[in-house]
């Protein structure tokens, strides 16, 4: 693609960036196919082809427009569209520089004005949802009057799980004579207000295997939810916070895992987001090559684990694949766009489910969004209900027992309209 970015754009070290990511695409159009919003809405201009063209035009420019903000805005960013692009074309780089462009982080003038609905709810969802207290503690306040709630706001509104879902007999941390790996566990912010359980299950899991766990009492947001609101400046405050807690730890642990597959995507992105950050960037070197997804850290391990039932659970699996203890349990897979686009891992959680002795069901289109993705439920929430829907449709096709994810996002926002339970797959494991 040729590109004549305007000149104070390209003088920047993003515009330069953009200028590369712009003339590696060939505008062939195969993203297109696997685009979930092009499916919905068949227009050129929600789907990442034109998507493109339309930040090309503001970068050559340096101007803003309505027309270029709304479909920017329905993007999931689920990065679909990277996994199939034969060019390798850096998609969601691209889309952050300009969703930021337009919020007037590079755009010399006037940023482009939202309405104040937008604004009001822009502000208050990157006020609320990296701190994991005032999440948690309006989440419960909405889920009280849930019922006074409207649909718009009644869908996206977590069921927070109760403290009594996890574990409390976590055993001691193993003695040095028979530690095989020492981590640093990250609860996240949604993660740890909604799902506690999750880490609780994963701590105890590693220290059964005779790993040493690490936690940080209170740590912070991965700054995820902000970037992708188009807040570069906001993110990268959350970035530096968080590397100011985990940095004490960078030299005394073997790993560090994160379970929420939409905040292992961004801390192992620190590199790059944190590259003209000469006091930060040698920390978000170290935590990015040290940080690896459960599903990676697990699947180096002897595991042995054993599959079992939920409470509230009844399988449906029929007497020839059931396992010695009479039950075996069949399990829809849901693999998150943040898994299997944006860190590019695939098939690890299935071989460690089927070893555990699950049956894994097929699920059609496994590559396409949930509709979840991050705040999208609540900035646009008709398509999301869309994608919703198809994605629960596919999911209990087979008749599943459970549905099992790796981020709390999809957890939920599946959840919230499934007629099987939904949990993380960490839980399945014992």
């Not at 919905?40 to 503001?58: A, Q, V």
């Not at 309405?115 to 005032?134: C, E, K, Y």
Request: neutral net charge.
């Amino acid at each position: 693609m040729q590109t004549n970015l305007h000149p104070d754009i390209l003088a920047t070290d993003k515009g330069q960036r953009a200028d590369a990511i712009l003339r590696s695409c060939v505008h062939c159009g195969f993203c297109n196919a696997t685009c979930p919003t092009y499916q919905l809405l068949g227009d050129e201009l929600d789907g990442p082809r034109g998507r493109i063209y339309l930040i090309k035009d503001l970068l050559e420019s340096n101007s803003v427009n309505q027309r270029a903000q709304t479909h920017l805005d329905r993007c999931l960013t689920c990065r679909s569209c990277e996994t199939t692009c034969p060019s390798g074309v850096a998609y969601g780089e691209l889309l952050e520089i300009g969703r930021e462009h337009l919020a007037g982080e590079t755009h010399v003038g006037e940023a482009i004005k939202r309405g104040w609905f937008q604004r009001l709810q822009r502000s208050g969802l990157v006020w609320l949802i990296p701190n994991a207290t005032r999440f948690r503690r309006w989440a419960r306040l909405g889920n009280w009057f849930r019922w006074l709630l409207p649909a718009m706001l009644r869908r996206p509104l977590p069921k927070l799980e109760s403290n009594r879902a996890a574990p409390k007999n976590l055993e001691l941390n193993p003695t040095a004579d028979n530690e095989v790996g020492s981590v640093l566990l990250l609860d996240g912010c949604v993660q740890k207000a909604a799902t506690p359980s999750t880490n609780s299950h994963l701590q105890q899991l590693l220290q059964n295997h005779n790993v040493r766990v690490e936690r940080i009492a209170e740590d912070g947001c991965c700054g995820g939810a902000t970037l992708h609101l188009g807040d570069g400046d906001g993110a990268l405050g959350h970035m530096r916070a968080l590397l100011d807690q985990v940095g004490p730890w960078l030299d005394k642990v073997d790993a560090i895992i994160s379970s929420a597959s939409g905040c292992g995507v961004t801390l192992k992105d620190y590199p790059r987001l944190l590259a003209q950050d000469a006091d930060y960037l040698p920390k978000a070197v170290k935590l990015a090559e040290k940080l690896v997804d459960a599903s990676e850290y697990l699947s180096a391990l002897p595991l042995t684990t054993t599959s079992r039932l939920p409470k509230g659970v009844t399988a449906q699996a029929a007497p020839e694949s059931k396992d010695a203890t009479g039950v075996q349990l069949k399990v829809a897979w849901h693999s998150p766009c943040t898994l299997q686009h944006g860190q590019q891992l695939t098939g690890q959680v299935e071989k460690l489910l089927t070893a555990a002795g699950y049956l894994l069901v097929p699920v059609a289109d496994a590559h396409i969004c949930c509709g979840s993705a991050g705040t999208y439920a609540i900035t646009q929430p008709k398509l999301s209900e869309q994608l919703q829907q198809q994605k629960v449709a596919a999911l209990q096709a087979a008749a599943p027992d459970i549905i099992a994810t790796a981020n709390v996002g999809c957890q939920l926002h599946i959840g919230s309209a499934a007629q099987v339970p939904v949990v993380h797959w960490l839980t399945l494991l014992e």
